[in-house]
């Protein structure tokens, strides 16, 4: 069947795009999902499902739904059949008050990917691709009073390591891996989120490792697009 291929961008704030600073998030033209699909030249959609707080599997204590564990099969039954699961998650894991190793975080984002991995509830449908992603390593703010200074303390030197556990699961399961940090790097605003330009090189650089997964028909690569089901 010739049809567009469906991608769920699954992350937090930096999913979601949210402007340092400000309870406001980039335009369209900015966020990479957004950017990701208009790169894909109209042979992907790309579903954002991103969420400001959002941890791989632990809950924030002040915000309810923030488990991406918990919810992520719903989204992904929600929006089936998909052809790829992106997953861009771990930064608020790695903040102070969760005193998690970068080693536990990845084994959380293990169990993840896996939820993503799993036969699905309607026989039939497609077992879609993994492609886990390796978010921007935090920083600390230009603004040594900023309240990111004491939430995010230590968490520049856990997210350093996290590209090598992330890739090693990645490996361990048969997912696909992209190291966000190589392209990107947040703002020293706030020291966790990415401005304009920065969000933007996210997606332009994940369209050609999704045409790789894909095989979508991107200007090099000839005219049709058919995504057969991947079923198991």
């Not at 204590?61 to 059949?81: D, N, T």
């Not at 190793?101 to 084994?107: C, F, I, K, L, M």
Request: hydrophobic share 45%; with cysteine.
């Amino acid at each position: 069947m010739t049809r567009q291929a469906r991608i769920l961008a699954f992350g937090d704030s930096l999913t979601w795009g949210r402007i340092a600073n400000r309870p406001e998030r980039h335009g369209d033209d900015v966020r990479w999902p957004r950017v990701l699909e208009k790169a894909l030249g109209g042979y992907a959609m790309v579903i954002e499902e991103g969420l400001n707080g959002r941890r791989i599997a632990l809950e924030d204590p002040l915000r309810p739904y923030r488990s991406g564990i918990s919810l992520l099969p719903l989204f992904i039954e929600c929006h089936a059949p998909l052809d790829l699961v992106i997953l861009m998650l771990g930064t608020n894991d790695c903040q102070r008050q969760h005193s998690l190793a970068p080693y536990d975080v990845a084994r959380s984002m293990r169990m993840l990917a896996q939820v993503a991995q799993r036969p699905p509830v309607e026989p039939g449908m497609p077992v879609p691709e993994v492609l886990i992603v390796a978010p921007p390593v935090v920083r600390m703010p230009d603004d040594p009073d900023h309240e990111a200074n004491f939430f995010m303390e230590g968490a520049p030197e856990k997210m350093a390591l996290l590209a090598t556990y992330y890739r090693r699961i990645a490996d361990e399961i048969g997912a696909s891996f992209f190291d966000a940090a190589k392209v990107a790097t947040v703002t020293g605003e706030d020291g966790i989120h990415l401005d304009a330009d920065n969000t933007r090189a996210i997606g332009l650089a994940l369209a050609p490792v999704v045409d790789g997964l894909l095989g979508l028909p991107l200007p090099a690569r000839g005219p049709a697009l058919r995504i057969a089901g991947r079923v198991g």
